[in-house]
């Protein structure tokens, strides 16, 4: 991995891409402060280039040098949770370029805990860079927690937009960060913009304040758009009894269906069924790779059963809902 580590430098360093491991998803990443660099994320990537990317930082980072009026409570949480799944918006640093937050005056910053990732920030402009990284999948698309699934995103670019993908096996958590906004501490305290396996109680019992939910002064991202992180194939959410009518009504049109279960029986006939954890932390860790797996079953739609109600389930939730958004009306007319 060390000869890796050096030709994935080499390649950030002269302004390339690369894709990298960390705990959450795999990252596309290409060096912060070049913009070209960062132009060419959202180009491979097919982003519109007003939506902000994610700096990832070396666990020995200076943080003033990428951001200015940082709360004690993001220090707080910096000392808690990194490196690990948690993203803060703090107040950009004037001389980071605005390219990298799509035009924002803030900057999303997170320290990731992949052995790969951390060896990686650290060996890049001696561990005082920073990589900006979205998931490396196309926009919209499902992301990616192995580096084989990178390879079919990006099966085109491969070497020469995108230089090198760094194999660090599947991400452990499965799941983006947890991201929060404390660029507004003073009139908003924190707003929670994407949930995720560091949820808002956790937040709460470090700093003492419970995260608010996002409002429309909240910075923009776009893993907050209503349908994002989506197979080509229509998702079907729902409580076991509402699937059990769908798949009825698919069976009659002899429409082939797929599922994705983790409490409820099988419901026979699915040209393929994935059954995850019931626990959520395993659910995540295992949701995209089934989501991609089942979306090339050539079923005419994936069913999957709503997760419960729990707080712990938030950031599972939050990604079925937005893969299955608008997918209802596939069963239009049938
Ligand atoms: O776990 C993760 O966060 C992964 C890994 C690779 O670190 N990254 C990731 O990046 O999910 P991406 O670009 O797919 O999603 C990052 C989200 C986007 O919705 C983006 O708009 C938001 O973070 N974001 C980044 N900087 C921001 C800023 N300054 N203000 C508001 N949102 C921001
Ligand atoms: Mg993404």
Redesign the pocket.
Known sequence: MRDEIAKACGILEAGGLVAFP????????ADAENIEAVASIFRVKG?PTN??????LSPEADLEYWAHSIPSEARALIKAFWPG?L?L?LP?ASHIPAA???G?D???L?C?SHPVAVELLRAFKGGQGGIA?????KFGHV?PTTAAHVRQEFASELGHGLGLVLDGGPSA?G???T?L?M?RMDTRGPVL??P?FITPREIEAVIGIMPGAADSG????????SS?YAPATPVLLGQPELLRARVGLLREKNLPFAQLLHSMPDEPGAVATIRLSPESEGYARGLYAALRSLDSSGAFAILVESPPADPEWDGVRDRLRRAAYGSESALDGL
């Open positions: 960390t705990e959450t998803v795999y990252g596309l990443g982003r939506h902000p990317v994610i700096v990832h799944p993203t918006i950009r990298v937050s799509g924002q803030t900057l999303g997170r990731p990284a979205p998931s490396a999948n992301s958590v799941i983006e960060s991201i906004d660029s913009l994407r995720g909240a910075p923009r991202a776009s893993g907050t758009l994002h």
